[in-house]
């Protein structure tokens, strides 16, 4: 059985994108000017600190999101994980103002788009990262807003920018069964069984919910507890 890619790409940016008889409707004429809005000021803040990056010893996209903790502390070249999500919502709103506003439709706002993709790519969400902070950006919220991103954007990224992320992907997120620290993710990949101390904390989140289990169950089958 063939899957007609075109079609499912299509359907994962349909709501966001609407179609152009929507977009005439004032109902979203609102909507839309607030997104070119927001996505200009976002361009010009990503040009001006495009053109100050070579200067810079860490990347930057934007100035108000420093993508790294600041240098000559303990978290020196840690990935800032919460705003590295933000930038990439960012990315993805620039994307989504270039399919869908006139005046964000430009060979300049596409640009700024491939670059910010490639920095993202090169310097953070990348094979062989080391996930710092929550899991959920680096498991979930970053790698969904980048796929939806190359899903806007697919006809103008570069097919090797969409392999780069798909090989990040397949490093940070293996499994939907594996998390994201490392040494569980390194014994795992060995062929060894969990550390102890990943059993016990797992058995701390459970714990509770097994407690209000066991309550719902007849009195004879419940746990003494102390009053």
């Known amino acids: 059985m063939s899957i007609d890619y ?18 005439e409707q004032a109902l979203f004429a609102s909507v ?6 927001i996505a ?29 903790y600041e240098a000559g ?3 020196d070249k840690v990935v800032h994980n919460r705003n590295m999500e933000h930038t990439c919502y960012r990315i993805e709103h620039l994307a989504l103002a270039y399919q869908t506003c006139p005046s964000c ?21 990348r094979e062989g990262a080391r996930s710092t902070g929550n899991w959920w950006e680096w498991e ?3 790698p969904k807003s980048l796929y939806s991103t190359c899903a806007l954007m697919r006809d103008t990224l570069p097919t090797s920018l969409i392999a780069q992320l798909n090989r990040a992907s397949r490093y940070i997120t293996p499994t939907p069964y594996w998390e994201h620290h ?46």
């Open 6 to 23: 075109d079609r499912f790409l299509d359907n994962w940016t349909y709501p966001s994108r609407l179609t152009a008889t929507l977009r």
């Open 32 to 37: 839309l000017a607030e997104r070119a809005q």
């Open 40 to 68: 200009q000021q976002w361009f010009q803040s990503l040009q001006a600190a495009t053109q100050a990056y070579p200067q810079q010893c860490q990347p930057v996209l934007w100035p108000d999101l420093p993508l790294f």
């Open 73 to 75: 502390d303990q978290h």
């Open 105 to 125: 439709h430009t060979a300049d706002m596409r640009h700024a788009i491939t670059h910010a993709l490639t920095v993202m790519l090169t310097h953070l969400y």
């Open 140 to 142: 979930i919220a970053v």
């Open 182 to 227: 490392a040494r569980e993710r390194h014994a795992r990949r060995c062929g060894h069984t969990a550390p102890i101390w990943s059993i016990w904390r797992s058995w701390c989140y459970y714990e509770p919910c097994l407690n209000k289990m066991m309550m719902t169950l007849p009195w004879r089958w419940r746990r003494s507890r102390p009053h």
